[in-house]
């Protein structure tokens, strides 16, 4: 087909804009709203000390000072699961915590997302689970979404784009992350390498800041809406030139069915900061937002270091964030929406505050999304087990 004809057939603001306009209005949203979040911490707590109690033998022969782990990421503790607990069983209660607070009818939701790295099983989708747990409508679609760190977020879109769309008319996205397999299974590894250096410890060091929380978001047109809480819209960049500075997964010859995770934590970070950036400048665009027009801001949460280029490289105040990687450690897909839901149930967004949501991901990816918050207090609950 020439190219005239096919012009032919795309509608006349497709021929007007052209393919990038479109896809950036995509990115826009004028009646999706953020009704409600929930969040779910674990009851077993877990300090860098701790672990490093456990790893003396390997500190003992490199010749490591006790401390190093949590002055280097500033991470105090972490938090994990009851063992043997499925993420699905988790999800379920944080699903239902977001639906009750905001006091939508099951019947409303018309699409639940599971965003976590962590899942039941490969098949059936851990949606599934969560979606027969929540007792929601056979007329609900379900799905799983993973993208390492970004899997609620690209969930929160998939979501809003079928709201504005007019395909359904609520929805929840909901996660669970659990790395208790991934940090005892890394000390295991770590104390039964005899030729473990300074420089092959460094593969495994991202993987002692893994811990464990569960989030939900419940989205909504906002005919529907109590809140007014708008999701504007935001924007996405991928670098896959870096895919493989972290990857992770069940090694078949450490023979106990635990996953390990190799990260250069140097090249990541600086990787991601460079993508962080780029996206930035895009959605700063895309909103037509200045640094001095956000007033609250939720990043992902790894590690002092990354918060701090974050902030230098962005230009934003880190007084205007929310940080919970001290005492939660990196919780994957559900640390930016964890943050969110603790900081607005804690007061840190009041009405009137725009927010933007900063969010980075191994392989890479980054999405950043603004809101207007216009209600004056959230109805976001947790429950400690």
Avoid at 111 to 133: F, I, K, M, N
Avoid at 252 to 275: F, K, Y
Avoid at 303 to 311: I, P, T, V, Y
Wanted: proline residues 4%; contains cysteine; glycine residues 10%.
């Amino acid at each position: 087909m020439s190219q005239q004809q096919n012009n032919k057939h795309r509608s006349p603001a497709f021929q007007e804009v052209g393919l990038q306009t479109l896809v950036d209005r995509l990115m826009r949203f004028e009646h999706v709203c953020i009704e409600a979040l929930a969040y779910e911490l674990p009851p077993h707590v877990v300090t860098s000390d701790d672990i490093e109690q456990q790893l003396a033998p390997v500190y003992e022969r490199l010749g490591l000072p006790h401390g190093r782990l949590e002055l280097m990421t500033g991470i105090r503790e972490r938090r994990f699961f009851d063992r043997g607990i499925k993420p699905s069983q988790i999800s379920t209660i944080t699903a239902n915590k977001a639906l009750a607070a905001s006091r939508l009818k099951v019947d409303d939701i018309g699409l639940l997302v599971h965003g976590s790295v962590c899942r039941d099983q490969l098949e059936p989708a851990t949606a599934s689970s969560v979606h027969y747990g929540v007792g929601l409508p056979r007329s609900a679609a379900i799905l799983d979404v993973s993208n390492a760190c970004l899997g609620l977020l690209n969930g929160l879109l998939v979501l809003a784009n079928m709201i504005e769309l007019g395909q359904v008319r609520a929805g929840i996205v909901v996660g669970t992350e659990d790395g208790r397999d991934l940090v005892e299974g890394t000390i295991d590894s770590l104390l039964k390498t005899p030729n473990i250096t300074r420089q092959s410890i460094k593969l495994d060091f991202a993987s002692l800041t893994i811990g464990a929380g569960s989030a939900a978001f419940v989205l909504c047109h906002r005919d529907l809406s109590r809140t007014g809480n708008r999701l504007l819209g935001g924007v996405c960049l991928t670098d896959t030139s870096h895919h493989g500075l972290c990857a992770g997964g069940v090694e078949v010859q450490n023979n106990d069915g635990r996953p390990r995770m190799q990260t250069d934590s140097e090249a990541l970070l600086h990787a991601g900061i460079e993508l962080a950036g780029a996206t930035w400048d895009r959605f700063q665009t895309e909103l037509s937002w200045q640094p001095s027009d956000i007033d609250k801001v939720f990043t992902h949460q790894v590690g002092k270091a990354h918060r701090k280029l974050l902030f230098d490289r962005v230009g934003l105040s880190p007084t205007i964030d929310f940080p919970t990687v001290e005492f939660l450690g990196n919780t994957g897909a559900v640390a930016l929406p964890t943050a969110a839901a603790i900081g607005i149930e804690r007061g840190h967004v009041v009405a009137g505050d725009r927010v933007a949501m900063l969010g980075i991901g191994s392989g890479l990816s980054s999405i950043m999304l603004g809101i207007e918050w216009a209600a004056a207090a959230s109805d976001s609950s947790h429950k400690e087990q």
